[in-house]
Every structure is written in structure tokens, then in C-alpha cells.
């Protein structure tokens, strides 16, 4: 059974930093690639990040130079590290897991089998 589990959110000033991290468990997380999604009130689901399981990244242009996907194989854990936080950051947070080395659309939400409850992020000016 494939679970992945969020934590690390929080509250935070504006500039402030944040690192989410997604514990993945019953599937080989190595051969999968991953994302994280947010999803504030009242919008839609967006991408934020997605790694594949060649650590190929891709970002959203909102968090382009802000924030790092990475990913510890080993351990089975999805990283966000998210920099220079500002209040259009709040979101609802979410890991993604798709079983398949590299995914063809990688912030699209469709393509994810596997999620995980989310974390929240609030971040205050």
C-alpha cells in the first residue's frame, strides 16, 4: 500500500524559510518520480516541483530560484526546501508520487496516482 506522508509545515513570517519533507512507504520510491502540488483557498491545484528518478527537476515559474525539490533515496523521503517565503505561498501542501521513472508533464496534477493529506503553509507579512 503506498502511503506518503507530509510534515514540516507551518507559520512564517514573509522571507522566512521553510522545509517540507514526505515520507514515502510500500513502493520501490527510487524507480518513481515525485512532485509537490499546492493548493491555496479558494484556487486550484497547482505544481510546485518534481523530480524524477534521475533527479531532473522542474519548477513552477512562481517558485523558480526560491525553492529546491530534492530527494534521499535512501531514506525514502521527498524534500521541499522553500526560500524568501511570501503570503502567496500559503497553500495547503501536498507530495505526489507517480510510478514511473520520468513523467511526460511533470506539474500536472493528472498525471499523479498517489498522494499524500498535505501539510499546511501560512506565511504573514
Known amino acids: 500500500q503506498v502511503l506518503l506522508v507530509e510534515s514540516g509545515g507551518g507559520s512564517v513570517q514573509a522571507g522566512g524559510s521553510l522545509r517540507l519533507s514526505c515520507a514515502a512507504s510500500?513502493?520501490?520510491?527510487?524507480?518513481?518520480?515525485m512532485a509537490w502540488f499546492r493548493q491555496g483557498l479558494k484556487k486550484e491545484r497547482e505544481g510546485v516541483a518534481s523530480?524524477?528518478?534521475?533527479?531532473?527537476?522542474t519548477y513552477a515559474a512562481s517558485v523558480k530560484g526560491r525553492f529546491t525539490i530534492s530527494r534521499d533515496n535512501a531514506r525514502e523521503i521527498l524534500f521541499l526546501q522553500m526560500n524568501s517565503l511570501s503570503p502567496e505561498d500559503t497553500a495547503m501542501y501536498y507530495c505526489?508520487?507517480?510510478?514511473?521513472?520520468?513523467?511526460?508533464?511533470?506539474?500536472?496534477?493528472?498525471?499523479?496516482?498517489?498522494w499524500g493529506q498535505g501539510t499546511q503553509v501560512t506565511v504573514s507579512s
Open positions: 510500500g513502493f520501490t520510491f527510487s524507480t518513481y518520480s
Open positions: 505526489a508520487a507517480y510510478p514511473s521513472p520520468w513523467v511526460a508533464t511533470p506539474l500536472a496534477a493528472w498525471e499523479y496516482n498517489y
Open positions: 523530480i524524477d528518478s534521475n533527479d531532473r527537476t
